[in-house]
């Protein structure tokens, strides 16, 4: 089912953010920038007025051959033949999507924790969002799942992922060094006065990033494969603690065995973790 797809910079559209300029022109300028995919998002328009935009955004991909994802709406991907549609998680389901896309479109959805992750991953999505990683004015309210989120889908989730939300040329690195490998972003590329600039460095940020962990670090010697709470996982992680941590478990009550032995919490920076250790993590429940 899951097709091949292969990208680095996402980029939505957000025409709140370039009042006075046309979205084709700014969606022009990001692809000639490098966007390799990009999603028509508008929350604020007729479901007739956003099937003329996606019409003319479909024009503009087709010439850059790049794929175009329909936000919330299969019926408006498929009118207008676009590659695929991204899902919320209070969005259509995604066996509905998948039945409505076919199995060659695209079927994407945000996903806000780990759980909701492997269930996309279970349900057959082509890819996920994770995020958001930082607070973003693009979804105001929506609580910020932080880099710990990404490093838990760096370690775990098997078919592409994209890190979104609130992220910028500033904080890039710290996304990528979460392990990110795609980024994307709507602020920070249709926001820019120079979209196909802030796409270029973007870009220049994660093939940079991609190509220096290729190198330096051999990628198959940097990871360890392990087994987490009965699944198995990817992770740089060295020591019990730094497993934890990347699963934002370093301050939480819980107690961690290690191939069926319980570890002290004092010496999880001491315990190393080797290629197919059996890590549990079991959380106190209740109180009493
Ligand atoms: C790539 C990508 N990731 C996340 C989202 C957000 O989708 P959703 O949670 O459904 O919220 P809305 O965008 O519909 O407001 C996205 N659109 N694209
Ligand atoms: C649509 C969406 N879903 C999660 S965060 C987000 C907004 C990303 O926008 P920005 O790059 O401006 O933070
Ligand atoms: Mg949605």
Partial sequence: MHRKLDFKLYVITGENYHPGRGMLEVMEAALMGGADIVQLRDKDISKRELLEKAKRLRELTA?????????????????????GVHLGQEDLPIAVARKMMGP?????????????????????????????????????GRQAVTTSYVSQAAAE???????????????????????????????AIVG???PEGACRRLLEQITGWNERTRTEIPSEQSYV?????GRPART???????????YGLE????????????????????????????????HFVGGG
């Fill in 63 to 83: 010439k850059y051959k790049v794929p175009l994802i329909i936000n919330d709406h299969p019926d408006v991907a498929l009118a207008v033949d676009a590659d």
């Fill in 236 to 246: 740089q992680a060295t020591t019990l603690f730094e497993l934890a941590k990347q």
């Fill in 251 to 282: 301050s939480r009550r819980v107690v961690a065995e290690l191939n069926g032995e319980v570890v002290p919490r004092q010496s999880w920076s001491d315990t190393p973790l080797h290629i197919g250790s059996l890590v549990e993590f079991v």
């Fill in 157 to 187: 989730i098997r078919i592409p992922w994209v890190a979104i939300g609130g992220i910028t040329t500033d904080n890039a690195a710290e996304v990528l060094k979460a392990g990110a490998r795609r980024l994307c972003a709507v602020s």
């Fill in 104 to 140: 060659h479109r695209i079927v994407g959805i945000s996903t806000h924790n780990l759980e909701q992750a492997r269930a996309a991953e279970n349900a057959g999505a082509d890819y996920i969002g994770v995020g958001p990683v930082y607070p973003t004015g693009t979804k105001p």
């Fill in 192 to 194: 820019n006065v120079d």
């Fill in 225 to 229: 494969h392990v087994t987490v709470n």
